[in-house]
């Protein structure tokens, strides 16, 4: 008498095939960035960060066995985890992140082979407009501005004391703010003075369309690929731009600082304009103290 045996599913066999093709190693799973920040929604695939936690790390990334959690650091050359590991991309993880740029507005779920990044899959959006607003919302940026030199010329040798004041709140993906010396003098709480650039005449860097009034922007592998600048707009056809401060998805995980100085130089139409060096201060633009 033959005994019936039970043949396995159509489904049992894909899966085992599958489980085979992939190295006995089973799919990852979704990892839940539900709370990465204080506020996410998630109507979007993958779900975006509205608002990151205004105290502590921004950006706060479950550590997770199915594979590595982390952004990209600017320069494109690691992969940051949320565990704080540093981790190489192959050639293919990187061109992938790069399509559309969107490894600048990206958290990824990353495959991880012999200590390298060999894949990664998009799991939570953070707007460009978002992480700049962080970053660099509210900030005081003093330095130094090159002079008008005539001729539609800046003295390169010279320079001019300057003070930036930046919006709290980004409008869209753009972060507005002002040169709040450009027309009278500026006190600030550390007791040291910015002179109006009108006291310097003639040399008054603010010339033409190059007026107290910018915006900043995030602008992703602009020349070459990972060329990363944060980007000073004059007009629409007249910026200055600089990498320094630069804040990539990675600066939200307290894993990517800004550099100590941002070194801006003008790119565009016209090709001559001011150029700036600037930090960021921790003094506050004191209204209740006059100075000259």
């Not at 033959?2 to 190693?25: Q, R």
């Not at 330095?143 to 320079?159: N, R």
Request: glycine content about 8%; charged content about 15%.
């Amino acid at each position: 008498m033959k005994t019936s045996v039970a043949l396995p599913s159509f489904a049992a066999l894909a899966l085992f095939s599958a489980v085979l093709l992939s190295g006995c190693a089973a799919p990852a799973q979704p990892v839940d960035v539900s709370s990465a920040c204080a506020s996410v929604s998630t109507t979007t695939t993958p779900p975006t960060c509205e608002r990151p936690y205004d105290t502590g790390v921004a950006v706060r990334l479950p550590e997770t066995a199915a594979g590595a959690v982390g952004a990209v650091a600017r320069g494109g050359e690691e992969f940051v985890t949320s565990t704080g590991a540093r981790l190489a991309m192959t050639d293919s993880a990187r061109d992938s992140v790069l399509e559309g740029d969107a490894y600048a507005i990206s958290i990824y779920q990353a495959q991880v082979s012999d200590g390298t990044v060999t894949s990664v899959t998009p799991v939570l959006t953070v707007p460009s407009g978002v992480t700049l607003a962080h970053v660099l919302g509210g900030a005081v940026l003093v330095g130094e501005i090159t002079p008008y030199a005539g001729d539609d010329d800046y003295d390169t040798t010279e320079s001019l004391r300057v003070v930036v004041t930046l919006d709290a709140a980004a409008t869209g993906d753009l972060l507005h703010g002002a040169i709040a010396n450009a027309t009278s003098a500026v006190a600030l709480s550390d007791g040291t003075c910015a002179p109006a650039l009108t006291a310097a005449g003639s040399r008054n860097p603010l010339q033409g369309a190059f007026t107290s009034s910018l915006q900043l922007s995030r602008y992703p592998s602009m020349h070459t690929s990972f060329d990363d600048e944060l980007v000073l707009s004059w007009s629409d056809s007249s910026s200055g731009m600089g990498a320094g401060f630069f804040p990539s998805v990675a600066t939200l995980m307290d894993a990517d600082p800004l550099a100590a100085t941002w070194e801006v130089g003008q790119h565009g139409n016209p090709v001559s304009g001011p150029a700036l060096v600037l930090q960021r201060s921790t003094a506050t633009v004191d209204t209740g103290r006059a100075c000259s």
